[in-house]
């Protein structure tokens, strides 16, 4: 009787072996994952804003226009390095909004006045309480809301590389046709 019970282990665990590469091999990555909110209106929108930068309202995401949404921080790394395509888009006349969070207000306007600011309507999270609303984590996070306010798209992390652009970039210019 105990012999078959010495079967069980192995057993066990070529299942659990088998299991974990299925899900290896299955070619998504993390960044891969449906974010909840895609197909659903944008959450709700800080009140706040920045010094001279107009507040982002709902009414900026359902003006008939597509809008690039990117939560960023003076303090991250990530979003110094994204901050150049985010001009960039701009310059061609994309819609890009920010949502600076859990920033000292200071630090964000000198970031800035230095480096430009891309965003045509700004909105402030200092404590980082709308961010859960939107399900963002860390910044840089970026969605792309079609012109009745809807998500579209989320891509998370910074807008640089391979990823942004073979996954990015085709959804911003579907968007956009």
């Known amino acids: 009787m105990a012999r078959w019970l010495l079967a069980v282990p192995p057993l066990l665990f070529a299942g659990l072996a088998a299991m974990f590469l299925v899900k290896m091999e299955d070619g998504r990555s993390a960044d891969d994952l449906p974010s ?72 964000a306007v000198e970031y800035l006045a230095e480096g430009g600011n891309p965003f045509f309507a700004l909105a402030t999270d200092p ?6 609303e939107w399900g963002v984590t860390n910044p840089p996070e970026t969605f792309i809301i079609g012109g009745d306010g809807t998500v579209l798209f989320k891509f998370i992390g910074p807008l640089v590389g391979t990823d942004y652009e073979t996954r990015f970039v085709p959804a911003l210019e579907e968007a956009l046709k």
């Open 127 to 132: 404590k980082g309480r709308n961010r859960v």
């Open 36 to 107: 909840t909110f895609i197909g659903k209106p944008a959450p709700v929108l800080p009140e706040t804003g920045l010094p001279g930068v107009p507040v982002l309202s709902a009414e900026d995401l359902r003006s008939g226009k597509v809008t690039v949404v990117n939560f960023w921080a003076s303090w991250c790394p990530p979003c110094r390095a994204e901050h150049p395509v985010l001009l960039e888009m701009q310059k061609k006349g994309v819609r890009v909004a920010g949502i600076n969070m859990m920033d000292r207000e200071a630090d």
